[in-house]
């Protein structure tokens, strides 16, 4: 079975800091792999994926992550986050054959101004 | 856009109702999924649907059936709710493996 695992709970960083949010997955075979952001009182949005190619995939609002296949990880960086950044962040993943996206348990980030 | 609605934002309901929490989607979507979410556990997966009639469990079916009638429509049921029910119910839809579009959620607390 696969799943999704995400080092950090909360992450508190001051504004301009950089961020890295840890993603590592258990699956043996092809992953198509996701980032998703919830801002407070949001719904779910996508932020980024990575489905083949280039493993450094960039998303919305200055947002990247990398895919190291060897690492089974697809950690999220940013920069300089904002205090607008403050949100909780999902990682997700569909396996060979699968419709269903398994998520990670989130991290919850908080940026002080 | 694809818009995916959840009928009600919050609700209250009494231990042992029966509870209805609807989700419809304006595009074409064949695969449709509701997922709960609360607090360091993320988003655990109930049971989902790849066509009309059509319904999977999930990770955590106990205490829950669902209904899609429609294509656009699916529908969670909570037979008998229960305190332990009480949580975020996210509703997503897909047209394959390109990701979810989620809906706002429905907050709902069983008292």
């Known amino acids: 079975a696969q799943s999704v695992s995400q080092h950090n709970h909360h992450v508190i960083l001051s504004e301009a800091a950089s961020l890295e949010l840890g993603c590592n997955y258990s699956?043996?075979?092809?992953?198509?792999l996701f980032w998703y952001v919830q801002y407070p009182g949001q719904h779910l949005q996508l932020l980024l994926k990575?489905?083949?190619?280039?493993?450094l995939v960039k998303g919305i609002k200055g947002f990247e992550a990398e895919f190291i296949k060897s690492k089974f990880s697809f950690n999220l960086r940013k920069p300089s986050v904002q205090w607008s950044d403050t949100a909780e962040y999902f990682c997700?993943?569909?396996?060979?054959?699968?419709?269903?996206?398994?998520f990670g348990k989130g991290t919850k980030l908080s940026v002080i101004p | 856009d694809v818009k995916v609605t959840q009928s009600s934002r919050y609700l209250v309901k009494r231990t042992g109702e029966k509870v209805f929490l609807e989700c419809v989607q304006d595009?074409?979507?064949?695969?449709m999924f509701w997922y709960r979410q609360d607090p360091g556990l993320g988003l655990r997966l109930i049971y989902f649907?790849?066509?009309?009639?059509?319904?999977e469990k999930g990770d955590i079916p106990e205490g829950y059936s669902v209904s899609r009638e429609k294509k656009e429509r699916f529908s969670l049921i909570l037979e008998s709710a229960s305190t332990n029910q009480t949580s975020m119910y996210l509703c997503?839809?897909?047209?394959?493996?390109?990701?979810?579009?989620f809906g706002s959620g429905t907050r709902l607390t069983v008292v």
């Open positions: 997700a993943l569909y396996g060979a054959g699968s419709y269903q996206l398994t």
């Open positions: 595009m074409d979507h064949e695969n």
């Open positions: 997503a839809t897909s047209p394959g493996r390109f990701g979810y579009t």
């Open positions: 699956y043996g075979g092809t992953v198509n």
């Open positions: 990575y489905f083949s190619g280039d493993p």
């Open positions: 649907s790849y066509d009309v009639k059509m319904k």
